[in-house]
């Protein structure tokens, strides 16, 4: 392999983990060679050294032994942590995914024994890249890119869909509707919105044992109120409605998400069969679940990786003290693949790599997790927040949403 070879590669590695660089990044360095010919072997073996030393300091090739802190700055690999802040402050990104927004709840008394739960968001703003508190919005999606939210108003359900602009902080477009919509996801590409549509407030809460043994709030054993769901063009604001109720063994918060390639809805129930999953044909028809999600679970956040050949499971084990291990399989015929570190796998960085939940301290101890990032094949991991403090039974813990970026 010639030097232009050697150079042309190592760019490949650099880019591979990072965010797109300008067209023709490899072409102009090597223009620029081409009019030093003077140094020619110097430039280039100056230009090999630097990309295998930046690829030695990246955390991830650790062998695993231990957990590799950033210093809390953007990092390589297209990772941006802060394992000092949680909540988070700063943006908190790795390869293709960032922390978009976050949320705490805090429950609303109707009656003595029964509230309505009130989130209260903390945007990214993409100028500055810091997490903006945001108390408009009873529920709030990301687009894929990182520029627009689709937002609902308090109190839910509501009449009309927000479209808002991240960088200014306001709605571009409403949409009205119908029916009283509760819950917002876009579709992978982020082209279209599902907005589920509800007869009453789905976050309703009733008095449950707290960790303590005491009386707090959790979600109300009541049957969900939903009544269907609308599918939404995110460029014309024009959808269609469609009548689905929520069966008993559904929560009161039963929203849909698209599968992947949009062609179908799904919604979590209550129970471990089919991977407390339901599917359903934009005609509201009950149907099997695709091919490549049929053994997903709803419960996991981070589901397909972004390439569609892996599929991220649950909890299988805990052999240490915040040394957690999931389950990565096959989605087509549900066997495993391997298992990476992670007590809850939330959304996928690259084809490799995850962002987890990881606890700290052991099973007997209270659940204070933070967001790490973990690789297959690779023992480490990288914090990317600071240690998330016990719930106290009110939802007050903070809760990510991510998005592509």
């Known amino acids: 392999m010639n030097v232009e070879e050697l150079v042309r590669e190592a760019l490949r590695e650099q880019a591979a983990a990072q965010p797109p660089a300008g067209a023709g990044l490899a072409d102009r360095v090597l223009a620029v060679r081409r009019r030093r010919r ?30 590799v802190r950033p210093s809390g700055v953007v990092q390589r690999n297209g990772i941006t942590a802060h394992p000092d802040q949680s909540p988070p402050r700063q943006l908190v990104a790795a390869g293709r995914t960032a922390l978009a927004a976050y949320y705490t709840s805090r429950t609303v008394p109707l009656t003595d024994d029964s509230g309505i739960g009130v989130r209260t968001y903390r945007l990214l703003d993409p100028r500055t890249g810091t997490y903006v508190k945001d108390a408009r919005w009873a ?29 200014t902080r306001k709605v571009a477009r409403w949409i009205p509707v119908e029916h009283g919509v509760g819950g917002l996801a876009f579709s992978y590409d982020g082209t279209r919105l599902l907005a589920t549509t509800y007869g009453a407030n789905p976050d309703t809460r009733g008095r449950v044992e707290d960790v303590k043994g005491g009386l707090g709030w959790g979600p109300a054993a009541t ?47 209550v129970g471990d069969r089919d991977g407390m999953q339901r599917f359903y044909g934009l005609d509201g028809e009950r149907i099997a679940a695709p091919a490549d999600e049929r053994y997903l679970r709803s419960d996991v956040g981070a589901r397909l990786s972004p390439n569609g050949r892996l599929a991220a499971l649950g909890l299988t084990k805990e052999i240490a003290p915040g040394k957690s291990y999931s389950s990565i399989r096959d989605p087509r015929t549900g066997e495993e693949v391997t298992k990476v570190r992670g007590a809850e796998l939330l959304a996928w960085a690259d084809d490799r790599r995850l962002i987890a939940w990881e606890r700290v301290g052991g099973l007997d101890e209270p659940y204070r997790p933070r967001l790490v990032l973990v690789t297959i094949g690779r023992d480490g991991t990288v914090p990317l927040s600071g240690v998330r403090e016990e719930d106290n039974g009110d939802f007050d813990t903070w809760q990510p949403v991510f998005a592509r970026r």
Request: no cysteine.
């Open 38 to 67: 003077t140094r020619r072997l110097a430039s280039a073996a100056a230009a090999t050294a630097a990309v295998v030393a930046v690829a030695v300091a990246v955390p991830l090739l650790d062998a695993g032994k231990r957990d």
């Open 139 to 167: 529920f709030v999606a990301v687009a894929p890119g990182l520029r627009t939210a689709a937002v609902l108003e308090q109190t839910l359900p509501v009449r009309r869909i927000g479209l808002l602009d991240l960088a």
């Open 223 to 269: 049957p969900s109120s939903r009544t269907g769901f609308y599918d939404i063009d995110v460029a014309s604001g024009k959808g269609t409605w469609t009548g689905v109720e929520a069966g008993k063994d559904s929560f009161a918060r039963a929203d849909f998400s698209y599968s992947r390639t949009g062609g179908q809805v799904y919604a979590q129930v």
